[in-house]
């Protein structure tokens, strides 16, 4: 099947490169942000557009990668948004990690008009963004998945369709409590070895063959040895996954102790003046009441 036009909307620290992966694998692409400039898209081939409906009258299939449900929203549902410009047959894929009950109620919306909605979050960050091995989890209907497939494999190494709309942000949610309380419990670990006066290089390279290794182990030590907390994902957008995990999470009546601790742990650090740093960054609580800098 032929794909025709696919309009990109938000083009920040994950939407421009992935825009331009597209770019580069031939589709044909009419981009627009609201706020960032993007005339590097339009050198490399891209269309600009002028508004979120703009772009969709011009597209077959329209991704988002926003930074929450809000702003998702007022995209695609709000004036001027996606909704009032949007052909028939038209595929609304929303990349962004939003609240699962916002995908459900973005969905509902676009399907009471005829279109399909896809919810694709992603996880990897920039560097996989770069490099186009994304892993993105979908939400949705079988019948579009298909369709819009062939793209996301130009953004994601592993594209799972994981159930219906809401599915893919409900996985996106496991992903990031896994990922946060991990990056705990390895600065918690690793502030105790420290201060018992073990060079945590060596324990990292003792242990990370072992039970406890991780992704998460191997990419947060070296930069937290290096004392490096630039971003990567930023404190603040872990406070903005880990409130969507904690409301969802009560709605089912479902208690998430864990997170709801390493929350207040992201709280304070926000204090901290940590709100951009890479959330590495946590183990800098754990540092601070230990008094001792877990460095090599
Ligand atoms: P970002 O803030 O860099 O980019 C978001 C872009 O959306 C901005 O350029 C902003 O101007 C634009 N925007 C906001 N409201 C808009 C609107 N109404 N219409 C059009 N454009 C609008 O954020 P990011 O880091 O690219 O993250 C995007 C999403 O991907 C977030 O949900 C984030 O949690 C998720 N994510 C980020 C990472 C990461 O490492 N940065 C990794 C995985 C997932």
């Known amino acids: 099947m032929s794909i025709g036009t696919i309009g990109f909307i938000g083009l920040g620290i994950m939407g421009r490169p992935m825009a331009k992966n597209l770019i580069k694998a031939n589709y044909k692409l009419v981009v627009y942000d609201k706020f960032a400039k993007f005339d590097d898209l339009l050198s490399l ?10 772009v969709a009258s011009k597209s077959d ?10 702003h998702v929203k007022e995209a695609i549902l709000g004036s001027g948004g996606v909704i009032e410009g949007i052909k028939s047959g038209a595929i609304v894929v929303d990349m962004s990690s939003i609240a699962p009950a916002a995908s459900q109620e973005v969905g509902a919306a676009l399907k009471a008009k005829g279109i399909s909605f896809l919810d694709a979050p992603v996880s990897g960050g920039e560097p996989k963004a770069v490099d186009g091995t994304l892993a993105i989890m979908v939400g949705g209907d ?10 996301l494999e130009k953004m994601g190494s592993s594209v799972v369709l994981v159930g219906d709309v809401g599915a893919g942000n409900v996985t996106k949610l496991a992903n990031q409590i896994v990922v946060a309380l991990n990056i705990a419990a390895v600065s918690e670990a690793f502030t ?21 290794g991780s992704t998460v182990m191997n990419a947060k030590v070296p ?35 864990l997170t709801a601790g390493v929350m207040e ?32």
Do not use: C, W
């Open 45 to 54: 081939g891209a269309v600009g557009g002028t508004s979120n409906k703009d």
């Open 61 to 70: 299939i329209i991704i988002t990668m926003l930074p929450n449900s809000p």
């Open 142 to 151: 079988a019948a579009p998945f298909e369709k819009v497939k062939p793209i």
């Open 192 to 212: 105790l070895s420290t201060k018992a006066g073990v060079d945590p290089q060596k324990v990292f390279d003792a242990i990370k063959g072992g039970l406890a």
């Open 223 to 257: 930069m937290i040895l290096e004392g490096n907390f630039k971003p990567g994902f930023r404190i603040e957008l872990h406070i903005k996954d880990l409130q969507n995990a904690l409301d969802t999470a009560h709605n089912l009546n479902v208690p998430i102790p």
């Open 265 to 296: 742990t992201l709280q304070f650090l926000k204090n901290d003046g940590h709100a951009a740093s890479d959330h590495s960054a946590i183990v800098r609580y754990y540092e601070q009441m230990a008094k001792v800098e877990v460095r090599k």
